[in-house]
């Protein structure tokens, strides 16, 4: 599957937007420029025939063209151009000197009022021209005159006709010009743009582009430091990078402590296997008696038994850990579980004393019961193994604020530095035993891990120089959920 491209949609989406936009603004300055140009030659022929139309003037003898005189006697018209009038009664007609002996098409509107028509110059060339029917321009003084030889001869019997008109040939050559200049200049502005897009993504994907390699460089056997975010990466794709990030460290994290715990639980098995391989070999290096090789074979059960409990933490710890089992919610009596957890304990260790206090002596509670009794055994059993002296004491706490199970005995040799360490797998106070007893010091990191499943918290204080508290508090909310 083909991805989408962020330069290619902003090449071609930005590049038809502007196409489209430089399109109809060429039709809109073409359109004015058009329209100007029409208007400017209406406005000329106008003003021209107007002119003209007032140099025709009603006298005693007649019609007097004072532009014709002009022509006559070689001086200069007031206007210039071709044009051409007509007595309407007489049917006399009047050029301008660049029509020769040609004529223009005659035409009119209403009187004083202006036609415009596209025409055919005689050559053929095309133009526009202005039909104006008009009356003879009769002044006071030329009445007056005409009132004295009592010939009064009014101008409306004497109706004319005037044709100018304007080549268009130029206008054309203009506006073709103009569109020239707009297409050249639409597709120099195009181009531009698309070039200065073209380089603007590829400078803004740059940093984006050093990113993505750096990733790609980074396996996932070399394992090096996760890349770090450009400065000049986009504020747009800044979150995303960040959260990739944190992604990737998160991933990292998971790695370094499943490599931690494989290393761990190599380390803890290898020395039960070494010993299991020592008894093996002795025992196969002679004959022995049947006592000696019972005795052998005793301590080589009690050595896998070890292994078997270190595999099981493990498998328990990686089980939760990954959420493959969930707890449930049921309600059993949270009391009688505790003293039936350290009775079992007390036969393994009977050299240990117990005392066991609780307000109410069937404490029920809402919760996960095999997960109860897993973390409820390994903390009893950290407790019976790691006590060397004095009484174990167990207190339970049911009241309506939060669920208690404080347990307390003595902590040897404990430093209150090993505290927080004591919570990882693997790890035991300096002067422990464990090997030598078949434990792994998985039992607090599995308690921990537990009781955050179950929404608790698991804590450990060192109450004074001789005795350790280890402290489960289930809050009041999800006792009764």
Known sequence: MKRPSISNRLFLGTGLLVTVVLFFSDIVVYRTTSKGLLDEVRHQLLENSSLLAKSTEMESTGVVYEWADALESEHSTPVSGLFQLWDVNSGRTKRSPDLGDSSLVRFHGKLDV??????????????????????????????????????????????????????MSSVKKQLARLRGNLLRTGLAT??????SIYFITRLTLRPILGFTERLHNRS??????IPEIPSNLPTELTGLATAFNNTLEKVEMARSRESEFALHAAHELRTPIAGLHAILQQSLHRPREPEDMKRRVTQAIEITSGMRTVIDGLMKLARLRGTIEAPVSENFDAAEMTRLIAQRCAARHPDREWRMMTADPSAHLTSDPVLVELLFGNLLENAFTHSTSGTIRIEIDSGSKNFHLRITNDRGNLDPTDAAKLFEPFQRGASSRIP?????????????????????????????????????VLPAQLLNN
């Open 436 to 472: 030598e007893e078949g434990h792994a010091g998985l039992g607090l990191a599995l308690c921990r891990d537990i009781a955050r499943l179950l929404g608790g918290q698991l804590e450990m204080r060192f109450e004074d120089d001789s005795t350790i508290t280890l402290s489960f």
């Open 220 to 225: 996932l056997e070399d394992r090096g430091a």
């Open 114 to 167: 202006p036609e415009f028509r596209k025409i055919a110059l005689p050559d053929g060339s095309p133009a526009l021209a202005v039909g104006l029917l008009h009356l003879p321009f009769l002044d006071h003084e030329s009445r007056k005159e005409m009132e004295s030889l009592e010939r009064v001869l009014e101008p409306i019997r004497f109706p004319q006709v005037l044709v100018m008109a304007r080549e």
């Open 190 to 195: 195009l181009v531009t743009i698309w070039l």
